[in-house]
């Protein structure tokens, strides 16, 4: 299975890119669904309603189903409170109806995460197109399932849940109240649902397609973004440059716009030298309907395609290079490709390391080989970060 998550600078028409890459997967002969939070886009991009409760087909081999944060934010509200019941009638709180329910910031996020395991966990689909935020937002959405479950596990270790049998004994020696076992039931589903989200992201069949206009920033913003993404591990399969004009104009106007997009576009392709840089041409108009969209793709033939699945390599990008040896020090190497110097930053946290690349930032357990060592040294070459550790005796286990 291929999952393909669609992004890119706000304006840059990833939604019509999002439904073209869909329906390019469905002309080569899988069975593709399109999902979409952008419920007016979408549906004017593909000239169809979309429901939200099911898939809805749009052309042989495609369907696409409308993500409604607002729905699903009101099943688990009801739903919690349904299992808070007692404790919410002690505290005499009076229970919410679900017509008076409105979704919270932040619930379209966990809406679409949830959509997206759910479809990867099925067997209906062969590719499932995610049209995602913009690409700030979709690189900070990706390390949420991480970053919460790193939060569980510091404010409810797993190891505490086997002493529960003794939290009633605790409680009258302590004096103040042990947390219940509800709690940790709560966080169990909690971890139990992001793990499958993190699954999602994590498969080899997992990348981000990043759309873009052939504008004079455009490799800059990408560099960036593309950085963001290979800190959080995530795979870029291709740069799809959107509206792009007719070269040969005999209009000076349209000639000095389209000459302006070609030295772009050229910026584009040597800042991503190993990544395919997809051409989109501008039709004159706003997409819409399945012919139109095949005119993107260069009709069932061409043009954007699906790449297929990587080869199943679970193996962590982030690797320790023993060069003890040589030079007596280990090396923690890290993938940054686009990354640039000015915007690095690197703590130790314990057996920790907070590493920010511009405005993204991630949190690493050091392998147990690190963590007896210090940080001797760190720098950025050819794309990838070098953090260099020492032996260090007083980190070393004491004996008595």
């Known amino acids: ?68 944060p607002g729905d699903r934010f009101r099943q688990e509200f009801l739903a919690f409170q349904e299992r808070a019941g007692t404790a919410l009638d002690l505290l005499g709180a ?16 966990f809406a679409l995460l949830q959509a997206l395991r759910a479809e990867h966990a099925s067997d209906d689909w062969d590719l499932v197109v995610v049209d995602m935020p913009s690409a700030a937002e979709t690189i900070r959405l990706l ?29 009258q020696l302590a004096g ?17 649902e992001l793990a499958a989200v993190q699954q999602a992201i994590d498969d080899p069949g997992t990348s981000v397609r990043l759309v873009t206009e052939a504008g004079p920033v455009a490799a800059a913003n990408l560099r960036t973004i593309r950085a963001g993404l290979a800190l959080h591990g995530r795979r870029t399969d291709g740069v799809v440059v959107n509206r792009l004009l ?26 991503f030298p190993d990544v395919p840089v997809h051409e989109v041409p501008h039709l004159g108009r706003h997409p819409q309907g399945v012919a139109e969209l095949d005119e993107l793709i260069g009709g069932p033939d061409g043009g954007i395609g699906v790449p297929a699945p990587a080869a199943a390599d679970r193996r962590d990008p982030w690797t320790v290079e023993d060069r003890l040896a040589t030079d007596g020090i280990l090396v923690w190497r890290v993938p940054l490709p686009g990354a640039e110097r000015r915007g690095l930053g690197l703590v130790r946290r314990g057996d920790e390391v907070v590493v920010t690349v511009g405005r993204f930032r991630r949190i690493r357990t050091l392998p147990s080989a690190l963590r007896r060592c210090s940080v001797s040294g760190a720098g950025l070459r050819d794309g990838v970060l070098e953090i260099r550790f020492t032996p260090d005796p007083d980190l070393w286990p004491k004996s008595d």
Do not use: N
């Not at 009076?94 to 996020?109: C, F, R, V």
């Open 1 to 68: 299975m291929r999952t393909v998550l669609v992004t890119g600078p706000g304006g840059a028409g990833r939604t019509t890119l999002a439904a073209a890459t869909a329906l390019a997967g469905a002309r080569q002969g899988a069975r593709a669904l399109l999902l979409t939070t952008e419920s007016s886009a979408c549906e004017t991009v593909l000239g169809t309603p979309l429901r939200a409760e099911r898939p809805t087909p749009i052309a042989p081999g495609l369907h696409a189903r409308r993500i409604d």
């Open 143 to 171: 390390a949420l399932p991480a970053q919460v479950r790193r939060y569980l596990r510091r404010l409810l270790p797993p190891e505490r849940q086997a002493a529960r049998a003794l939290r009633p004994v605790l409680a």
């Open 94 to 109: 009076a229970p919410l109806d679900e017509d008076e329910l409105t979704e919270l910031p932040g619930a379209e996020d």
């Open 246 to 271: 007719p070269t040969g104009s005999a209009d000076p106007f349209l000639a000095a716009l389209s000459g302006s997009q070609q030295t772009a576009l050229k910026a584009l392709r040597e800042e």
């Open 176 to 192: 103040v109240p042990m947390p219940a076992q509800k709690l940790y039931d709560a966080a169990g589903r909690w971890e139990s």
